[in-house]
């Protein structure tokens, strides 16, 4: 019998970070031989960051497994409608339905610790005389928030290296809800003082996905990667024939 081509695991970053909040996760998937990609989100719109996304998995030979982190729970959400995406994986990250906003699903719950740490930057929009507006965790209570179970000196060097979000993204509706199609997972951090936990799970059962709770901060990848690479080897075997 032949086998399934191996997986490319794509790894989504999400707000106020990149693709290094995945640095204790990428080097235990490729002792397993996986293919791994951690591309830079954009950060600038829903749409169009599920677009760049997007973009990345059809140049993928073969399947994916797509993870999503936080924001990046929206953009796989969209982007995982893609042919060739087998499974979904959400770490702390937010499950859209069709049509529903970031803003919505957030709205719906009491906000998170996040909500009176928040600093609004504008910045120039090309071909605009309107500016954006950039949205980012103050730095001195970014470790507390987003990284309290996180080396503190780490913490500290995310906190002025973050990648801000603008505030478009948390207005765009989703256009697709991949979880409807596609076998997802989905990881709660407990201890989360940047999503409200209950926002994570709440997307997560509505969804119907396989579900695990880990007492953690937000930055789950960096806290506990053995626990993030577990659920994303549950998700390949589930999947994988």
Same mark, same amino acid.
């Given at each position: ?90 770490? =702390?990250?937010?499950?859209? #339905? *069709?049509?529903?906003? +970031?803003?919505?699903? %957030? ?7 996040? $909500? ?31 990284? =309290?179970?996180?080396?503190? #000196? *780490?913490?500290?060097? +995310?906190?002025?290296? %973050? ?7 948390? $207005? ?37 996905? *396989? ?31």
């Amino acid at each position: 019998m032949s086998r399934s081509p191996k997986p490319t695991v794509v790894l989504v970053h999400g707000a106020f970070a990149d693709a290094s909040s995945y640095a204790r996760v990428i080097p235990g998937l490729l002792q397993r031989g996986l293919n791994v990609v951690a591309p830079a989100v954009p950060n600038r719109s829903l749409i169009g960051d599920a677009a760049y996304i997007s973009s990345v998995i059809r140049q993928i030979d073969g399947p994916v497994i797509l993870v999503g982190h936080s924001y990046g729970g929206a953009v796989i959400t969209v982007a995982g409608v893609e042919d060739n995406v087998q499974a979904l994986v959400y770490l =702390a990250g937010y499950a859209l #339905e *069709t049509g529903e906003s +970031l803003g919505e699903l %957030q709205g719906r719950f009491p906000d998170s610790d996040l $909500a009176t740490a928040l600093v609004y930057t504008p910045f120039p929009v090309e071909g605009s005389d309107t500016p954006g507006t950039d949205v980012s965790v103050d730095t001195d209570k970014f470790p507390a928030i987003f990284a =309290a179970d996180v080396d503190p #000196e *780490t913490a500290k060097i +995310l906190a002025v290296s %973050q990648r801000p979000l603008a505030a478009q993204a948390f $207005a765009d509706p989703a256009p697709a809800a991949a979880w409807k199609t596609k076998p997802s997972w989905g990881l709660v951090s407990s201890a989360d003082h940047t999503i409200n936990p209950d926002v994570e799970r709440f997307g997560y059962q509505r969804a119907g996905m *396989t579900t695990t709770e880990v007492d953690s901060s937000h930055l789950v990848m960096l806290a506990h990667p053995d626990r993030v690479i577990a659920l994303i080897e549950e998700a390949i075997d589930a999947t994988t024939k």
